[in-house]
């Protein structure tokens, strides 16, 4: 078990730029979730897949941002025309499917937008 | 709208006594509630949970109870160690996860 790894770590990028982060979940978990947190917050819940299909996408998810889980293993989370709003930690979590599984976080990728 | 809530920003607690977390929801839906630490620059890890059918759930110096009643959740951690000092998220679930606003717990040695 290597855990949730995200990749980068860190991303420093100017407004307007298109960013790309990296989820690899644990191997055996077939759900992958996407969370937001902000300084003084809990993780937002963003976006979640089972497998390769994406089956909730939140609310409050602006239309600039985007999910894919191609082949069901690693999921890529992409946000365009980057906003000051957007500087959050973004956190990947994977989990099982069956009875109740707990989530389990990468470090998160820490954007800041300039 | 905070389906989970964390009224208490910050405890602490001196070292070998019993911290005591608290945790509020409002969805009777949740039947799965979880308990996360997250140090700086690292993820939440998963510490303890409780299924809605229960109402006590212990590992170790870990214990959760669950009120549904109240819907009221607790983590109570005995004896409390320098090393516990963190903040501690409650969080909840029926299909999706929700989360409070975290607790900042303090052990002074």
């Known amino acids: 078990d290597t855990g949730v790894s995200q990749d980068p770590r860190h991303k420093i990028t100017k407004r307007g730029q298109n960013v790309t982060f990296r989820c690899d979940p644990i191997?055996?978990?077939?759900?992958l979730y996407w969370y937001r947190q902000t300084l003084g917050q809990g993780p937002e819940f963003l976006t979640y897949f089972q497998n390769e299909a994406q089956l909730e996408k939140s609310r409050l998810l602006s239309d600039r941002f985007s999910a894919e889980r191609p082949k069901g293993s690693f999921s890529t989370l992409e946000i365009q025309r980057t906003e000051q709003g957007d500087s959050a930690m973004y956190l990947c979590?994977?989990?099982?499917?069956?009875?109740?599984?707990?989530?389990?976080f990468g470090n998160g990728t820490r954007l800041t937008v300039t | 709208d905070q389906q989970v809530k964390q009224n208490s920003p910050s405890l602490s607690v001196q070292e070998g006594r019993i911290s005591i977390l608290n945790c509020d929801y409002t969805n009777s839906m949740f039947d799965y509630f979880l308990w996360y630490k997250k140090y700086p620059a690292e993820g939440p890890t998963f510490l303890i949970s409780i299924s809605s059918i229960k109402d006590k759930n212990e590992d170790g110096r870990f214990t959760v109870f669950l009120n549904k009643s109240a819907k009221h959740l607790s983590l109570h951690i005995v004896p409390s160690q320098p090393g516990d000092s963190a903040v501690y998220f409650c969080?909840?679930?029926?299909?999706?996860?929700?989360f409070g606003t975290g607790t900042s717990l303090t052990v002074i040695p």
């Open positions: 191997s055996e978990h077939n759900r």
């Open positions: 969080a909840a679930s029926a299909y999706q996860f929700y």
């Open positions: 979590a994977s989990s099982l499917v069956s009875g109740n599984s707990p989530l389990h």
